[in-house]
């Protein structure tokens, strides 16, 4: 009668060696622990490529965040272009980003995902192929072991169990010799059964002796199937490390920006853009176009009649159009307007703090200025009063671009103080007391 495997298996594993019964299961589920490795690593990288596009976003919303802060700023010059470099780095650094994404997801990972489908073959039934040959391969090698182990347990439990029968039956036979109820035919019987134990006794252990000794010569047997077969799971594990090892150092290569030459560069020019930072130069700007070293249109003497159109506080943006106003005559400039021909490109403070070029009555130090917390009124102004005031409400969130403007949300009201002029904006005065510049087509009437 044939033995399978299963049915082999009639003792207690003694211990935790390979060579034991079943143990080699741990062995074959080395393969499926493989195939889930392979899905392992595709997720850690997926997972990485994930943090990369993250990174990449961040650090382009970061960019241009502080891109727009520092060109609406105060900073200009050279410092300037010294600071938005920095951007330009972080722009750089999230494209290399974005492409190390790219080399995780369409390299590594299809790599790991096409090696485990050529490497691991699903079967209609569950498992895999190569898990059910390997344990097929135990099996049968074990099958042969494993029978004759079985008899070895056999043979050993009947001569344990003949050797218990001797030692009770002589034991009877010696309580017996101390009772003179027992007749002689029942002593005769004691000691035939003792008699008899004892040839039990030999034949269990000759034949226990002989399964030992059967098993013992098929164990070279079984040790070099077994090692056949533990060797081709080896061959097989040894790919998959090896592969893992390949994809990791890949990996690596990606991940490591230092040995892009144009990651090297983007530094070294980060480095250059902030060394070329120079504050004497900045400082002769700021001062050629916000300084002593700008042109003035001194007060002269006219002899047309006096206007007071002269005195009329101009928004900025009329200021800017020459053609516009009252030309003056001798105009004054100083060695240092030559310099501010030097910057061709207009910094962000010129943009948000483009000062008027002659004298007005904005300035504090003026001592004709007015008192007003606004600022905004001149003693030689006609009444501002008598214009007809209005109530408008916002139609859109307005945010003043300078001191002489105002601010206000979408559906505030306000009142308007002057019409609009030639450039488009009206004074008005906010409920609060604010009085300043807004466009006029963010207003309506209030009906």
């Not at 010294?82 to 990972?109: I, P, R, T, Y």
């Not at 098929?218 to 077969?229: A, I, R």
């Not at 530094?267 to 700008?294: C, K, T």
């Amino acid at each position: 009668m044939s033995v399978t495997y299963d049915d082999s298996v009639g003792v207690e594993v003694s211990s935790d060696s390979f060579w034991e019964i079943g143990n080699y299961k741990r062995t074959v589920k080395r393969i499926d622990d493989g195939h889930r490795l392979c899905n392992d690593l595709m997720n850690c990288i997926h997972e990485r490529a994930r943090i990369e596009k993250a990174y990449a976003q961040q650090l382009t919303e970061w960019a241009k965040r502080w891109k727009q802060l520092v060109e609406k700023g105060p900073q200009y010059g050279t410092v300037e272009k010294a600071w938005n470099a920095v951007m330009s780095e972080a722009e750089k650094v999230s494209e290399l980003h974005l492409e190390v994404k790219g080399s995780l997801m369409n390299e590594d990972f299809e790599k790991i995902k096409n090696w485990q489908k050529e490497a691991f073959h699903k079967q209609m039934m569950g498992g895999f192929k190569e898990t059910r040959e390997a344990e097929d391969g135990f099996r049968k090698a074990q099958k042969p072991w494993a029978k004759k182990l079985k008899e070895v347990e056999a043979s050993k439990k009947a001569y344990h169990a003949a050797c218990k029968e001797e030692k009770l039956a002589m034991s009877r036979e010696n309580n017996s010799k101390a009772d003179p109820a027992l007749n002689p035919e029942q002593l005769k019987k004691l000691q035939d059964k003792v008699e008899k134990c004892k040839q039990d006794v030999l034949k269990t252990k000759e034949k226990y002796e002989k399964s030992l000794k059967e098993l013992d010569q098929g164990t070279p047997q079984y040790m070099e199937n077994m090692e056949q077969v533990f060797e081709q799971c080896q061959q097989f594990e040894e790919k998959r490390l090896r592969f893992f090892r390949e994809v990791l150092l890949e990996v690596q290569k990606h991940l490591d920006l230092s040995n892009i030459p144009s990651y090297k560069s983007i530094y070294r020019e980060l480095e250059q853009s902030i060394q070329a930072a120079d504050a004497v130069e900045d400082l002769r700007w700021f001062r050629a176009n916000h300084g002593p070293g700008m042109s003035m249109n001194w007060p002269q003497f006219e002899d047309e009649e006096w206007s007071a159109d002269l005195n009329r506080t101009l928004s900025r943006r009329e200021k800017k159009k020459a053609s516009d106003g009252v030309t003056l005559t001798g105009i004054n400039q100083t060695g240092d307007q030559a310099l501010s021909n030097k910057h061709s490109s207009v910094s962000s403070y010129e943009k948000t703090q483009s000062y008027p070029a002659e004298w007005s009555d904005e300035e504090a130090n003026n001592p004709f200025s007015s008192t007003d917390a606004n600022g905004d009124s001149n003693p030689f102004d006609e009444d501002a009063s008598s214009a007809t005031e209005v109530r408008v409400r916002a139609l859109y969130d307005y945010e003043g671009q300078e001191h002489d403007e105002l601010s206000f949300k979408a559906g505030d009201e306000l009142t308007k103080i002057e019409d609009e002029d030639e450039q488009g904006w009206c004074k008005g005065r906010l409920d609060n007391g604010q009085v300043g510049l807004y466009p006029a087509n963010y207003v309506e009437a209030i009906q």
